[in-house]
């Protein structure tokens, strides 16, 4: 980072940051591509993040005008953590990081102003309070609706003292893997172009997702997702679609995994014979899985999930009779 020093102007020179390596968990990483990932031993950290990304997605719901698919309110995965990107605020712009490295929760603004308060120790009462307050600081109103989305009786963010598990090591090792994941998703991504999403992390579901469309309008959606409008759920399965995705686990399946659905379901799809052969289809997800332990396990873990998610939209599109040459990339040379 380049800077001026001494009284007459001195030399140009860099100036070394002085912060500390966020922890030892990046070294080691740095030559572990695909951490080990626990549902058990993260659990309390998955579920604490979980609403502590529900209420910085909240954020995004109640300052952004709607995207077809709930599509506006989704975060991003970057080097730091994950991030809401541009919000806007009247004139001033903020964006809002859960930074995995620095273990922090940060706003900075358009004006260069900034406010943070540290993870560790915050349970998502003081984490919703923490937020708000620093907003306010900034001169940022919002009100929210304080009720967690697709979760079962859920306890309002205000007055849920019980979730405050942050073990750094085991939000670092799940950065790693959304990272590792995002690129994997945006490569299968670039290989289409009809409508596609953003690759992009859904809060609601905890999930990394990427979905492509075939045009085609789908059935109404049943409905029924817990605490959420089935006027939100029928618009975003509104199309036909085929998504992939990775998420750390739930109480339905308490591992780490790779997913693939079609809505809706042609049949014959639960059956179909799709790649890596550990990949298996769930009855009560009627979805495919690819178990990350198997990714790690995979001489070639990229090659891995590739293969999964690239042969089970094959089989999706196939069977549901997607027009494929209009919808996939034709094999292009690109003079270098």
Not at 81 to 93: A, E, F, S, V, Y
Not at 212 to 219: E, V
Not at 325 to 335: F, N, Q, S
Request: glycine content about 6%.
């Amino acid at each position: 980072m380049p800077a001026r020093t001494g009284a007459q102007g001195g030399s140009l020179h860099e100036v070394t940051l002085k912060r500390k390596s966020p922890t030892n968990l990046i070294t080691a990483m740095s030559t572990l591509n695909w951490p080990a990932l626990s549902y058990a031993e993260g659990k309390a950290t998955y579920e604490t993040m979980h609403l502590w990304t529900q209420i910085m997605g909240k954020i995004k719901l109640a300052k952004l005008p709607w995207i077809n698919h709930s599509w506006h309110v989704t975060l991003a995965v970057t080097p730091e953590g994950l991030c809401t990107g541009d919000i806007p605020d009247g004139k001033t712009h903020f964006q809002l990081v859960l930074n995995l490295l620095w273990h922090e929760l940060r706003i900075t603004t358009d004006g260069g102003l900034e406010r943070s308060f540290a993870l560790q120790h915050t349970s998502v009462a003081a984490f919703y309070r923490n937020i708000l307050s620093c907003l306010g600081e900034l001169n940022i109103a919002v009100r929210l609706n304080t009720l967690p989305n697709e979760l079962v009786d859920p306890t309002p963010f205000d007055r849920d003292t019980q979730h405050a598990g942050y073990d750094p090591e085991q939000a670092q090792a799940l950065h790693r893997a959304l990272l590792n994941s995002a690129d994997l998703f945006t490569q299968f991504r670039a290989d289409f172009i009809g409508k596609c999403s953003p690759v992009h992390f859904f809060w609601g579901g905890f999930d990394l997702a990427v979905s492509r469309f075939s045009g085609r309008t789908a059935p109404l959606h049943p409905g029924g997702v817990p605490n959420l409008p089935d006027r939100v759920a029928r618009e975003a399965y509104s199309h036909e679609v085929s998504s992939c995705g990775f998420w750390p686990g739930n109480a339905m399946l308490p591992e780490a995994a790779f997913y693939s659905y079609i809505y809706p379901a042609p049949p014959g799809f639960s059956q179909a014979q799709v790649q890596p052969p550990e990949a298996y289809y769930h009855t009560t997800l009627q979805e495919f899985i690819l178990p990350y332990e198997a990714v790690r396990q995979a001489a070639d873990p990229s090659a891995a999930v590739l293969a999964f998610i690239n042969s089970t939209y094959e089989a999706a599109a196939n069977l549901a009779a997607w027009d494929r040459a209009a919808l996939e990339k034709p094999e292009l040379a690109y003079a270098g």
